[in-house]
């Protein structure tokens, strides 16, 4: 469905040590950056797209917006709790501590963060296990 998705920042180098370790984390792997440019990108696997991108708008200016968010997606329930700790550890602040979330469906587990630019973020895990 997407192609890519683009997340604005002011500071690059900020937001690149914000995200180069939270995806590692989640094991997406970085497929380029550009610091002259400055822009950066990760790759889902196998597949080469969705690209999630990470710069600074075209027009040069950055706003977060009310209602977009980017979720990431988990391996584990266990993944969702280490990847909002280190969001947190890295400049990050709480919009939602892991839980389950029946009200989107029985096995929706997430925690929501914001970056250090105030982009919302969350990190889910589907699945039925706890592990």
């Given at each position: 469905m997407f192609s890519h998705i683009y997340?604005?920042?002011?500071?690059?180098?900020?937001?690149l040590a914000f995200y180069r370790p939270?995806?590692?984390?989640?094991?997406?792997?970085?497929?380029?950056?550009?610091?002259?440019?400055?822009?950066?990108?990760?790759?889902?696997?196998?597949?080469?797209?969705?690209?999630?991108?990470?710069?600074?708008?075209?027009?040069?200016?950055?706003?977060?917006?009310?209602?977009?968010?980017?979720?990431?997606?988990?391996?584990?329930?266990?993944?969702?709790?280490?990847?909002?700790?280190?969001?947190?550890?890295?400049g990050g602040r709480c919009e939602g501590?892991?839980?389950?979330?029946?009200?989107?469906?029985?096995?929706?587990?997430?925690?929501?963060?914001?970056?250090?630019?105030?982009?919302?973020?969350?990190?889910?895990?589907?699945?039925?296990?706890?592990?």
């Open positions: 997340i604005g920042t002011r500071d690059f180098d900020r937001a939270l995806l590692a984390l989640l094991g997406v792997a970085e497929r380029f950056c550009e610091p002259q440019r400055p822009w950066a990108g990760w790759q889902s696997s196998p597949e080469p797209r969705p690209l999630l991108l990470l710069g600074i708008p075209f027009e040069g200016q950055h706003e977060p917006g009310n209602g977009q968010m980017v979720a990431l997606l988990a391996a584990s329930r266990a993944q969702v709790d280490e990847a909002h700790r280190l969001a947190l550890s890295l501590p892991p839980g389950l979330r029946p009200e989107y469906h029985a096995n929706y587990y997430g925690a929501y963060f914001r970056d250090t630019e105030g982009n919302k973020l969350c990190v889910a895990c589907h699945e039925a296990t706890a592990g």
